[in-house]
């Protein structure tokens, strides 16, 4: 199920910014372009990368960052989102801007996401492009972060039979509803645009393990995403490329 984002005040003021250098600005019909910079408060969390290093989101400055609520345990939405980002990832590489952009899934779901099942998941998509990140950390950081960037999400009780876990095998016990929202920061660590709509792989596939742990509306989130309602790899470039004045993702 899916929840509504709610915007801060001060990002709702700043919505409407329309150019970005030469490049075209994203349709109005994806998302809400902003202009407004994130307190330090909240780039300095203490964030755990998948390795178990300590981060921050204030570690990335200087890059365009990419930034989305997700989970391992998703089973309609998450399994996307990565294919997208990975995706994206391994394109900016291809074309030499590995190192300008960043696309980061920051957990929604802390408690289970340690940092050894982020390294798991990221072993699916191995070689996992080194400008692809998957992110946890505390409960209290987690919620400010996410509360800043107006995601929502709360734990509900899991279906009944339960999903059984892709990495374990055992059955789940709670699930997660969550906002899927995507973060667009500038160098300048200022947000620049948001997303609150499903990811449409356009015919990417996730991994093996991942396709097969999507639920019934999983598989219909991949394979019929709602037109009009949903965004593509190239719709995120196109909003990069603007936000960074140059083509970062062919």
């Known amino acids: 199920m899916k929840l509504a984002v709610v915007l801060s005040a001060g990002v709702l003021a700043a919505a409407g910014c329309s150019s970005s250098g030469s490049l075209p600005a994203p349709s109005s019909n994806l998302g809400s372009a902003l202009d407004e910079a994130v307190p330090q408060s909240v780039l300095n969390l203490p964030l755990t990368d998948a390795a178990g290093k300590p981060t921050t ?126 973060v667009f920061l500038d160098a300048r660590q200022h947000q620049r645009y948001l997303i609150d709509e499903a990811p449409n792989t356009a015919g990417a596939q996730p991994p093996q393990a991942l396709k097969k742990f999507l639920s019934a509306e999983g598989q219909q989130n991949l394979t019929h995403p709602e037109r009009g309602a949903s965004w593509t790899p190239a719709d995120a470039a196109g909003v990069v490329n603007w936000i960074a004045k140059k083509r970062l993702v062919p």
């Open 57 to 182: 989101l204030a570690a990335l400055r200087g890059k365009v960052v990419v930034l989305g609520s997700s989970m391992t345990l998703c089973q309609e939405i998450c399994p996307l989102l990565a294919a997208n980002f990975v995706y994206l990832a391994r394109q900016s590489a291809a074309a030499g801007s590995a190192a300008e952009v960043q696309f980061v899934q920051l957990t929604i779901d802390p408690a289970r996401d340690v940092p050894a099942r982020l390294a798991a998941y990221r072993q699916l998509f191995r070689p996992a492009p080194s400008n692809w990140s998957t992110l946890t950390g505390s409960a209290a950081s987690i919620s400010a972060i996410w509360r800043y960037f107006g995601a929502s999400y709360q734990k509900v009780a899991e279906d009944s039979p339960p999903a059984v876990d892709w990495l374990t095998g055992k059955p789940l016990t709670y699930d997660i509803q969550h906002s899927d929202v995507v």
